[in-house]
């Protein structure tokens, strides 16, 4: 039997559901509560056979995968984190790499890549579908809280990338550390309380269109018949976030009730941007306090240790905190979407520090050509 795949795919794949077995086993072991624990131990049975489905393929093709383990270390680090950061985050962390599998195993059914063995593929593939609903109650429980910590992160780069950026561009120009540290203390204030203000009018403005479209419907719907009143619901429900089949299918019934634009806030609440829902005094709250965390965060190496290491030794270290923190930003990002997770991380990085590489350079532009100096 010809196989249209390489000796490398077949061992990494048989190794990716040893060590997914392994995971799950791992789990179980250290897993209190009795019913997650078997379900623990049902996935790790499941895994098991997949190895055993990619080792016949193996041998069929002629490979000897007897030596081949599983990754240690991701075990180690599954465990780890599912001590440290519970179930909830390892399972958001596990899914970019599921979604790959189920991605990846799709396109060799697709393209009968293993020829007779394509339906058991399929049956696989579906397994590793079915692993999503045994943990959904623990995704749903950890999403709700992840939504809350990755706007704080948002409002924290904005603080890190801007305060970096400027205090990047005074380090070559500027001598004294307090004074940069002054000038980085007046950009984050600023930065703060632009950040707040256009926080609460966004949260705002977004609260009065929905209440005014909410109020109109009441007025409209008291003169139109029920055929009227539904189409007007549905358009009601679409604009607030619901889809189309979703707002087709309640709408009928909302129509009838007696306070339709209560009951349609109720219904859509969950489709609304957060912006909506949110309060408008609390998002700027935490807007402007994580933004001067952020900006906090670049400044402190300068008065601290701008005396003993200099200017440029200070802003080493702002760039190693930048990283840090826009690490574990892009960490949360991916994860909430289910994204490429080093990919993001990567990139809030470079483009953290890009904008810190380009102000460096001016400011160094300036005090050799212009000879500018701030004593």
């Given amino acids: 039997m010809e196989l249209r795949l390489s000796r490398d795919d077949i061992i990494n794949n048989y190794k990716d559901e040893m060590t997914d077995a392994e995971i799950y086993a791992a789990l179980a072991r250290i897993e209190k509560d009795k019913e997650l624990k078997n379900e623990l131990l049902r996935l790790s049975q499941y895994e098991i056979e997949h190895a055993e489905f990619w080792k016949q393929v193996a041998n069929e093709a002629g490979i000897d995968v007897s030596g081949i383990k599983h990754s240690r270390f991701a075990v180690l680090f599954s465990t780890f984190i599912r001590r440290v950061l519970g179930l909830g985050f390892l399972v958001k962390l596990r899914e970019s790499s599921e979604v790959d599998a189920i991605r990846k195993y799709g396109n060799l059914i697709r393209n009968k890549a293993l020829g007779p063995y394509t339906d058991r593929l399929r049956e696989i593939l579906l397994d590793e579908v079915s692993h999503e609903e045994v943990f959904k109650e623990e995704a749903s429980r950890f999403e709700a809280f992840?939504?809350?910590?990755?706007?704080?992160?948002?409002?924290?780069?904005?603080?890190?990338?801007?305060?970096?950026?400027?205090?990047?561009?005074?380090?070559?120009?500027?001598a004294n550390p307090m004074l940069i540290t002054l000038a980085g203390l007046i950009v984050g204030t600023a930065g703060t309380l632009s950040m707040a203000v256009g926080a609460y009018m966004s949260t705002k403005a977004q609260r009065d269109i929905r209440e005014t479209m909410l109020s109109k419907i009441d007025i409209e719907l008291e003169n139109l018949d029920i055929e009227d009143r539904t189409r007007r619901?549905?358009?009601?429900?679409?604009?607030?976030?619901?889809?189309?089949?979703?707002?087709?299918?309640?709408?009928?019934s909302l129509s009838t009730d007696v306070d339709i634009s209560k009951r349609i806030t109720e219904v859509s609440e969950v489709g609304l941007s957060k912006e909506a829902l949110e309060n408008p005094g609390k998002s700027a709250l935490y807007t402007g306090i994580f933004y001067l965390i952020g900006a906090l965060l670049v400044i402190v190496p300068f008065p601290l240790l701008g005396h003993v290491i200099g200017n440029v030794g200070s802003l080493y270290i702002s760039i190693v905190l930048v990283a840090l923190a826009q690490a574990i930003s892009g960490l949360l990002t991916a994860i909430s979407g289910s994204g490429r997770i080093v990919h993001t991380m990567a990139m809030?990085?470079?483009?953290?520090?890009?904008?810190?590489?380009?102000?460096y350079t001016i400011g160094t532009v300036a005090h050799q050509l212009l000879h500018i100096a701030i004593t």
């Fill in 348 to 359: 809030n990085i470079a483009l953290s520090l890009g904008a810190a590489a380009a102000t």
């Fill in 233 to 252: 619901v549905k358009d009601a429900l679409n604009k607030m976030g619901i889809g189309e089949k979703t707002a087709s299918e309640i709408a009928p």
């Fill in 146 to 174: 992840i939504d809350n910590i990755r706007d704080a992160m948002y409002g924290m780069s904005d603080g890190l990338v801007e305060v970096l950026a400027a205090v990047a561009g005074l380090a070559p120009v500027v």
